[in-house]
Structure formats: C-alpha cells, structure tokens
Nanobody
Framework: QVQLVESGGGLVQAGDSLRLSCAASGVTFGSYVMVWFRQAPGKEREFVAAIISRSRTYYADSVKGRFTCSSDDAKNTVYLQMSSLKPEDTAVYFC?????????????????WGHGTQFTVSS
C-alpha cells in the first residue's frame, strides 16, 4: 500500500529558502514518478516538479531555477528544495506518485496522494 506524508511547511519571508519532504512507503523510486503539486487558495491544483528514476527532473516554468526536486532511497523520501521564495508560492503542497516512468502534469493521472503541507510566504 502506497502512503505519502508531506512535511516541512510553515511561514517564511520572501526571498527565504525552505525544504519540503515527502516520506513514501510502498513506492520504489526506480519505477515510480514522484511529483509535487500545489494549490493556492481559490485556485486549481497545479504541477510544480517531478522526479523519475532518482535523477530525471522536470519543473513548471514558474519555479524553474528556484526549486530543486531530489530523492533519497535510503530514507525513501523525496524533497523539494525551494529558494528565492515569493508570496505567490504560498499554497498547500502535495506529493503524488504513479507507477510509471512518464511525467504527467495533470492531477487526474496520479493514483496516490499525500494530505499536503501548507506554507506561506510573507512579503
């Protein structure tokens, strides 16, 4: 059974850095795509970043160059390192997984979801 648990949210200031974690069980990183989505108040959930096979990464244009997705097999955890944070990054961040080596950016493609972690970037 796949379980995903996000952590690392909180309150930061614009320009700060923050790292989110997604502890995964029932997932083999070599055969699953691990993805981060976010949902801001009043907005639809949107794709942020993905990692496949521990090293292939893909980012939304809005976070490219500021966010880095990585994974740690020993801890079965995926990370989202975020820097140069902006108020518009404020959202609930969700970790999702799918047993595939293709990156999908649509929420409907993902079978497994965590409950999300909230963080707020103040200006």
């Amino acid at each position: 059974q796949v379980q995903l648990v996000e952590s690392g949210g909180g309150l930061v200031q614009a320009g700060d850095s923050l790292r989110l974690s997604c502890a995964a069980s029932g997932v083999t990183f070599g055969s699953y795509v691990m993805v981060w989505f976010r949902q801001a108040p009043g907005k639809e959930r949107e794709f942020v970043a993905a990692i496949i096979s521990r090293s292939r990464t893909y980012y939304a244009d809005s976070v490219k160059g500021r966010f880095t997705c990585s994974s740690d097999d020993a801890k079965n955890t995926v990370y989202l390192q975020m820097s140069s944070l902006k108020p518009e990054d404020t959202a609930v961040y969700f970790c999702a997984a799918k047993n595939t080596l293709y990156i999908h950016t649509e929420t409907r493609e993902y079978d497994y979801w965590g409950h999300g972690t909230q963080f707020t970037v103040s200006s």
